[in-house]
């Protein structure tokens, strides 16, 4: 298996531009989880999913972000507007649930909002 | 919500010696409680985590012990390598594998060679 994979893995732009991060989970896992990592603030949870489904969003700083699963291969992290404050490494992180407690995480995506 | 405190924020130690890392929590509810490990630029990963049902677990030079009474929880290594120079993050979650986690703020572990 390939892994956690996300795109793009640098992002640079500018401030009021949207950004898109995606992630790939892992084949037959059905937790999907976004973390948000900064110096300021370390690692921080900003919305997972069940079963393509938006479990607990209360992660999520500014309604300028937004999640979508819209199957289970596929999730995006939306931001728009961005700012520069924004900018930070993005994790996706995905898990089989049950008894199965591991989360692995994909390679992240940096980025950085001038 | 859950609040994880994690020390301390840098540790040094000389080749061969062991390093100790303790967290503590807030919520009684966590069950699970992982370590992850980060290099540079690189992705957290998995090293060893602990179940609320269980006091200890080793594997090789890694051991987590858990003190459910007094919500902490510490990561143990012994005879230290360079390679083990890393960044290292502990969590806490309250539904196992079916929820988010909640991470300590990081320790910075030094091996002097």
């Known amino acids: 298996d390939a892994g956690v994979i996300q795109s793009p893995r640098h992002e640079v732009t500018e401030m009021g531009q949207e950004v898109t991060l995606r992630c790939k989970p892992i084949s037959g896992h059905d937790y999907l989880f976004w973390y948000r990592q900064t110096m300021m603030r370390g690692l921080e949870l900003l919305i997972y999913?069940?079963?393509?489904?938006?479990?607990?969003d209360s992660g999520m700083p500014e309604d300028r972000f937004s999640a979508k699963m819209p199957n289970a291969s596929f999730s995006t992290l939306k931001i728009q507007p961005s700012e520069p404050r924004d900018s930070a490494v993005y994790f996706c992180?995905?898990?089989?649930?049950?008894?199965?407690?591991?989360?692995?995480f994909g390679p992240g995506t940096r980025l950085t909002v001038t | 919500g859950e609040n994880v405190e994690q020390h301390p924020s840098t540790l040094s130690v000389q080749e061969g010696d062991s390093a100790v890392i303790k967290c503590t929590y807030s919520d009684s509810a966590s069950n699970y409680f992982p370590w992850y490990k980060q290099e540079l630029g690189k992705r957290p990963q998995l090293i060893i985590d602990i179940r609320s049902n269980v006091g200890e677990k080793k594997d090789q030079r890694i051991a987590v012990t858990l003190n459910k009474t007094a919500k902490h929880f510490s990561l143990h290594i012994t005879e230290t390598q360079p390679e083990d120079s890393a960044v290292y993050f502990c969590?806490?979650?309250?539904?196992?594998?079916?929820?988010?986690?909640?991470f300590g703020k990081g320790t910075h572990l030094i091996i002097q060679p």
């Open positions: 969590a806490a979650s309250k539904g196992g594998g079916a929820d988010g986690l909640t």
């Open positions: 992180a995905t898990g089989r649930g049950g008894q199965h407690y591991e989360q692995y």
């Open positions: 999913f069940n079963n393509n489904v938006p479990i607990d």
